[in-house]
């Protein structure tokens, strides 16, 4: 067990419909960090926030979007979906780190968004 | 721009023999060094990492990894693979510019066979 809790595990919807995840990261993590995984695309880096605040940004697309709370749960909101859009996405955190930074990161289970 | 390379999306191996995995990167600054592994329906996880010291790192179920500069190399190894190894395997590195990032490989899927 990662620490990290992601819900709902799977989901199913229809195109052009919104969906919300959502992701609590490991006791004391400050960074959450989205990505989407897909048998075409692979592990794709969509946004990273820390401590409320946006970091940086991969391939995120415009209608996606994401936040993370004062209680530093994160909600990634995925609107106008499309048949494409259908991968396993996952949240993980990293640990404060005072000192070297290293990159580890702590993965959740993910959630199987699928879209018919 | 950063890159990293996994050799071979998939690698067969018998049980009780070596495994081997590929990952070179590239980068014009010493990066950190990771394998994630990821089995099936679960998430990824921290197989090993590479910092700062030894050079060769042992990580969780019998893995390690070996960092060769000079190569721009981290492959992963394990001597005597065992069916439960069976998974993806993901090479990752920090980016020159952010210890935060992580620059991913295509993965490698290690099948086992009996």
């Known amino acids: 067990d990662s620490g990290v809790t992601q819900t709902p595990k799977h989901l199913i919807t229809a195109t052009g419909q919104r969906v919300t995840l959502r992701c609590s990261p490991r006791?004391?993590?400050?960074?959450v960090y989205w990505y989407q995984q897909s048998l075409d695309q692979g592990l794709q880096f969509l946004i990273q926030?820390?401590?409320?605040?946006?970091?940086a940004k991969g391939n995120i697309l415009e209608r996606f979007s994401a936040q993370q709370f004062p209680d530093l749960h994160s909600e990634l909101n995925l609107s106008s979906l499309e048949l494409g859009d259908s991968a396993l996405y996952f949240c993980?955190?990293?640990?404060?780190?005072?000192?070297?930074?290293?990159?580890?990161?702590?993965f959740g289970e993910g959630s199987r968004l699928t879209v018919l | 721009a950063q890159s990293v390379t996994q050799l071979g999306s998939h690698v067969s191996v018998s049980e009780g023999a070596l495994v081997l995995l590929r990952c070179n990167y590239s980068?014009?600054?010493?990066?950190?060094l990771f394998w994630y592994v990821q089995y099936p329906n679960q998430g990824l996880q921290l197989l090993l990492k590479?910092?700062?010291?030894a050079t060769l790192v042992k990580g969780i179920n019998g893995f390690e990894a070996e960092f060769k500069k000079s190569e721009t190399s981290f492959h992963l190894t394990k001597p005597s693979a065992h069916m439960s190894d069976a998974a993806e395997y993901f090479c990752?590195?920090?980016?020159?510019?952010?210890?935060?990032?992580?620059?991913w490989g295509a993965g490698t899927k290690l099948i086992i066979k009996p």
């Open positions: 993980a955190s990293s640990p404060r780190t005072s000192g070297r930074k290293t990159g580890e990161l702590f």
């Open positions: 006791s004391g993590d400050l960074s």
């Open positions: 926030y820390y401590n409320g605040e946006e970091r």
């Open positions: 980068s014009s600054v010493p990066p950190y």
């Open positions: 590479y910092t700062t010291g």
């Open positions: 990752a590195v920090t980016r020159s510019d952010s210890n935060y990032q992580l620059i």
